[in-house]
Every structure is written in C-alpha cells, then in structure tokens.
C-alpha cells in the first residue's frame, strides 16, 4: 500500500518533484509559506495542510526541499515542526542542499523520538525535477534507504547511497565544488569564442561531446548564448550551497580555490541585483569585466 507524503516547499525544484509523485499514485500533502506556489499542485490532486504540525500528523512520509539550513533547522527541530510533530515511525527526507553537520543532528533529534531520517540533496536543476531524472545523493542507515527507494525513483535516477546521516549533504558538497569551478569555464570558453569572432553556438556542438563536456557546458551553456537568465537554480541558493561547502572544507583542513573564486563572482553578480536570475547568468559578469 502507498505511504501517505507531506511535501514542504514547492519552490523551482520541489512543485516538480511533489507532481511526480502525485503521478506516481501517492496522496500527496503540501505546505508552503505562500500558498499560491502551491496552486497548480492543489489543481493536480495534491491535499493543502494550513500548519507543518498538522501535515507532519498526517503523513507516513515527509519530504522537505525548503531554502536555507536556517530554514530546514526551523522546519525540522522548532516545537511546531516536523519531529515533534509526526507519528512515531514515519520517515523524513530532507532533500534541500543543506550543512552536514545540521543532517547529523536531525537524524538523531530523530532517532530519538522513534523517527527515521535521511538526508537526501538533489541535483539536476528544474530540468531533472520535471522530468524525474535526479540525481539523488542520499544519507542515512541502508535499511531506510532501501524502504525509500520506490519513493525516490518517482522523482530521480541516479539514486546512491553514501553512508551515514550527513553522507548525502557531503556528496552535494561534491557537487557543488565541481559545478563552481566548471560554470567558470564555461562562461570563460563562451567568452573567449566570441572575442575569436566564432559563433558560439557552433564552437558548443563541437566541445560538448568531448573531453570538454559537462552537464553545465550541455545544459546552461546554451541558455548563455541566447541571454536567457530565468532561474533552473537561482543564484542566491548557490551562494548559500558555496558557503555551506566552503565552511565544511575549512573544518576538514582543505583549501578550495576555484570555490572561492566562483564564490567572490557570484555575490558580485548577487549584489548588482542578480540573485534571482539561473546560475548561467555568471557570463554577465565576464561580459562586464
């Protein structure tokens, strides 16, 4: 028999994700802050709970993908939220890009109250959430995640699990490096082609099937060239992501250069008034510079 979900946040990434799952089959039990953003999904089937406390009761199932770490903190350990709210046994999966050590805590805030938690980020930006082709980095003990697992595979593909509490935000930290410094190579290589006086679009058939190719450089590449900033992942979070990731290398002794750079440009780019625009809008500040 299907589990019963409640979805917090139905941003860019989490309205997509909570519509596979309603057509998947599941009932499906929203909340967020405006309730308007919850409208199409109300349209398609999904039930609106006024209070996290009164969705949290309801639910075998909770998923969050919510904006900050201050916010999964409020959402998940505040008297009016998650843990002390839900029924004893229910799962809880938090799949917004959040700090590690916050997974670790909740999953025993958790633990202690009978509940069961995995930390699960997500990557694949409003592409992957509509087409329910994630990539889902997940942490948390194996029996959890293999009892999640139907319900993962409604909203992502490529679904690991890492290890303990904690282990998925730490992949995500991967991640995010990794597209850190790679978005300032593409914005770099598309700024370079057209200062050689080539077409970039042609240059990006030629580069993206090589050893040069990246999700970003086939994804968000050709978004830059035709100056189209709508936001598959709004700036703002991906500062918040960087920091997160530049913090939690600090504590392990690590340098990260390319972060840092990536980082210095993006909160340029945010405090000119880019924060609501896709990350790809980082060509702006090679095309100012």
Request: glycine content about 10%; charged content about 20%.
């Amino acid at each position: 028999m299907s589990k019963t979900i409640g979805f917090i946040g139905t941003g860019v990434m989490g309205s997509s994700m909570a519509q596979n799952l309603i057509n998947h089959g599941y009932e499906v039990h929203v909340h967020t802050r405006t309730k308007e953003k919850a409208d199409n999904l109300l349209n398609h089937g999904a039930i609106w709970e006024e209070s996290i406390a009164q969705l949290a009761k309801k639910s075998e199932v909770i998923i969050t993908i919510v904006g900050y770490p201050s916010d999964v903190e409020q959402v998940f350990l505040d008297t009016d939220g998650v843990i002390e709210n839900a029924r004893p046994g229910s799962f809880l999966i938090d799949m917004t890009t959040s700090d590690p050590l916050l997974a670790e805590r909740i999953h025993q805030s958790a633990k202690e109250r009978q509940l069961r938690a995995l930390d699960a980020p997500v990557s694949g930006g409003d592409i992957g959430a509509k087409s329910g082709k994630l990539s889902i980095m997940v942490g948390g003990t194996n029996d959890d995640f293999q009892e999640m697992l139907p319900i993962l595979k409604c909203m992502g593909e490529n679904i690991i699990h890492q290890g303990p509490a904690g282990a998925g935000q730490h992949t995500k930290m991967a991640n995010q490096i990794t597209i850190a410094s790679n978005m300032l190579g593409v914005s770099e290589a598309l700024m370079y082609a057209k200062k050689a006086g080539l077409d970039p679009a042609r240059v990006l058939e030629s580069i993206s099937s090589g050893a040069a190719g990246s999700w970003s450089l086939s994804n968000l590449a050709p978004r830059m060239i035709k100056k189209d900033y709508a936001p598959g992942f709004y700036i703002k979070h991906f500062i918040k992501d960087m920091k997160v990731a530049l913090q939690s290398a600090k504590n392990m002794g690590l340098t990260t250069p390319g972060l840092e750079l990536s980082l210095k440009l993006y909160e340029e780019l945010a405090e000119n008034g880019e924060e609501d625009s896709g990350t790809q809008a980082l060509i702006k500040w090679f095309e100012q510079n």
